[in-house]
């Protein structure tokens, strides 16, 4: 977080019942890789038979060929929908390349607009321009592909490619000049068709629900370093930037990419702050800071909005042994209505939060039952399961306050919101962090997202 520069089961008694998102977001139960009665199993595209210059029978190889030949089915069908007019097929192809292995007689043109095959390495990208080889085509580093799926799962190459093939999509309608916008739209795009995988409609590509997960971790080694500037010239976006646009297209459909990614959107990824020692700490205030800072900031947000009848729940810190208040001593997360009390160990939650993801996912995990205290004051229950995905949701709106400058005094500093996500997937299943909550990493992420660009009725509260 940016300083001011002067110059183990239940928050409340929770049920054990299983969430869907429908009554707080209005999002679909995600119920992915279920076998659909209507199609047959899915089945390998055979070697060569998408033309893929270059490729192999590795597996990583058959991933890409299975997701290519399916995004060619899904945009066949989507884009005449989407954008009143037919698709047409990529006209350069597709190139696997080895970088460190690539035999000049397989590329004798290079590969995408000409390039040298070691210009992919530790890439992928599609490329279109007038009169090169290989114009309007994909291409990407097999080994490089290899490697992210061996530590994120094996659905991650497609979901490259699926990137990728978004770009082909914008070539085709026009896209955003703004380099971050682009990119991120690219990633909605691929969202998209990754919701038609895991709806079983797919021939050669599968996604079960806890590839999910895997998935938006993916994402991480993909974001830009943060502390990049938005207007980058090959700015992609935060992690947060990323992995909201990927939501968005798999919630709401390619419609939503389509009009979504006008200059107005919003977007988390700032440079540092050359007047402070942000790009010196990596944004992060001192951990012994950050209690005071979320005392300021979580009272300030809500005073902002409920006036002179909110009182703000103390907030204490504890190490392994719960205030006697709490439901369950195995809590790190703890709200005792009638002390008015929020808890958090910072030996099993905050300090590894701090130390592993930064300081602002320890904010994350305080503003949860945070939340509920507030849920508490207006009346709204404690102790079901829109209670949960409220305060998650509530969550992702104190962020956007936050970020917004209504937090009191400090503000977001780069990387911050990133942080959120990371917490939501390391921590949020763990029963004393978010607990009885059948909920996915991928449900909770969306459910912040939700509350950080819709806002409080998006989270169940009108006031």
């Known amino acids: 977080m940016r300083r001011e520069n002067r110059r183990r089961r239940r928050w409340a008694e929770l049920t054990a019942a299983a969430f869907s998102l429908v009554s707080l977001t209005g999002c679909s139960v995600v119920v992915a890789g ?44 989507q884009f005449p929908v989407v954008f009143d007019t037919p698709f047409e097929q990529l006209a350069g192809g597709y190139f696997s390349v080895d970088p460190g292995n690539a035999d000049p007689a397989v590329y004798p043109r290079g590969i995408g607009c000409g390039s040298d095959p070691g210009d992919v390495e530790d890439n992928a990208f599609y490329c279109v321009a007038p009169d090169a080889p290989h114009s309007d085509s994909i291409s990407y580093d097999r080994t490089f592909l290899a490697d992210l799926g061996a530590e994120f799962g094996r659905f991650i190459p497609a979901l490259v490619m699926a990137h990728e093939f978004g770009h082909a999509v914008q ?33 050669h590509s599968v996604l079960r629900t806890p590839e999910l997960d895997e998935l938006l971790r993916g994402y ?48 988390t990824q700032e440079g540092f702050d050359p007047r402070t020692n942000e790009a010196a700490t990596g944004g992060n205030a001192p951990y012994g800071e950050l209690l005071s800072i979320i005392d300021t900031t979580l009272p300030a947000v809500w005073e902002g909005v409920l006036g002179r009848d909110f009182d703000p729940p ?20 703890v709200y005792c209505a009638d002390e008015n009390l929020i808890g958090f160990d910072q030996t099993d939650l905050a300090a590894p939060a701090y130390e592993e993801l930064g300081d602002f996912a320890v904010a994350t995990a305080v503003s949860l039952p945070y939340g509920l205290a507030v849920r ?30 209504r937090g009191g005094g400090p503000s977001i500093s780069p990387g911050d919101v990133d942080e959120s996500v990371q917490f939501l997937l390391a921590f949020g299943n763990e029963p004393e962090v978010v607990p009885e909550a059948d909920l996915t990493g991928f449900q909770l992420v969306d459910l912040f997202r939700t509350g950080f660009f819709a806002g409080l009725d998006a989270c169940g509260l009108d006031v």
Do not use: K, M
Request: aromatic share 8%; charged share 30%; net charge negative.
């Open 171 to 203: 070539a085709r309608v026009g896209g955003p000049e703004a380099s971050i916008a682009a990119e991120t739209q690219a990633d909605c795009l691929a969202g998209t068709w990754t919701r038609w995988v895991a709806d079983g409609e797919a021939e």
């Open 314 to 333: 103390s907030i204490e810190a504890f190490d392994e042994d719960p205030p006697r208040c709490a439901a369950d001593a195995d809590l790190d997360l």
């Open 34 to 77: 279920l076998p659909s009665p209507a199609r047959p199993p899915v089945t390998d595209v055979g070697f060569g038979d998408t033309g893929v210059v270059g490729a192999t029978d590795e597996e990583v190889d058959v991933l890409a060929r299975n997701a290519l030949t399916d995004l060619e089915t899904y945009w066949s069908e």
């Open 220 to 267: 991480l080694l993909l974001r830009d370093p943060v502390g990049t500037g938005q207007g980058e010239q090959e700015a992609h976006g935060s992690y947060f930037d990323r992995v909201a646009a990927f939501q968005e297209g798999f919630d709401d459909g390619a419609e939503a990419c389509r009009d979504n990614f006008g200059p107005r959107r919003v977007f």
């Open 376 to 405: 508490d004051q207006l009346g709204l229950s404690t102790d079901d399961e829109d209670a949960v995905r409220s305060a998650v949701c509530l969550s992702g709106w104190y962020t956007a306050e936050v970020r917004a400058g």
